[in-house]
């Protein structure tokens, strides 16, 4: 077994989408990035990288290359669950926590969650989303940005 941590922040600006866990949320400001900018499935495959030490997104996924340019966050996911593959492992379970002050995370949890649980192979029971805000403290409670961190459990094949 290894464990792996992800971390990920993005800035939240009017005139994009708001993408979180591989869904689309209405929301009155989006997350800016290179990519999707889903900050959810970021720290989630970060943390499937850092558990195998196969680096970051940011090695295979530099924001510097064009072909990255607004690319779906579930590509790079799924290409983190193949590298993890190659190396012998499995998602054996996963928990996360989103921090940001609005939209409200927690009515579109079970549907990120189903997400999340068909892209990496596992149950839904192995899929946990917490949402929190930051009491209005800081870039994220002026409504800024969004954090989200995850750990995860890597299982030998």
């Known amino acids: 077994m290894r464990v792996g941590f992800g971390f990920d922040v993005h800035q939240l ?8 866990g591989g869904v689309h949320i209405p929301a009155k400001k ?32 530099p924001d510097t290359s064009a072909d990255n340019k607004g690319i779906d966050s579930k590509i790079i996911l799924e290409k983190c669950i193949e590298l993890a593959t190659e190396k012998g492992y499995k998602v054996g379970n996963l928990d996360t926590t989103v ?47 969004i954090v989200a961190y995850a750990v995860v459990c890597m299982l030998k094949k």
Do not use: Q, W, Y
């Not at 600006?13 to 979180?20: A, K, N, P, Q």
């Open 99 to 145: 921090v940001c002050e609005s939209p409200k995370i927690m009515p579109h949890a079970l549907a990120m969650r189903n997400c999340i649980a068909s892209i990496c192979g596992i149950e839904l029971d192995d899929v946990s989303i917490k949402a929190t805000t930051n009491e209005t403290m800081g870039f994220i409670g002026r409504k800024e940005g």
């Open 13 to 20: 600006v009017e005139g994009r989408d708001f993408i979180l």
């Open 30 to 61: 989006g997350i800016l990035g290179h990519s999707d900018a889903d900050v959810l499935l970021h720290a989630i495959s970060d943390a499937i990288l850092g558990a195998l030490a196969l680096g970051d997104i940011g090695v295979h996924f």
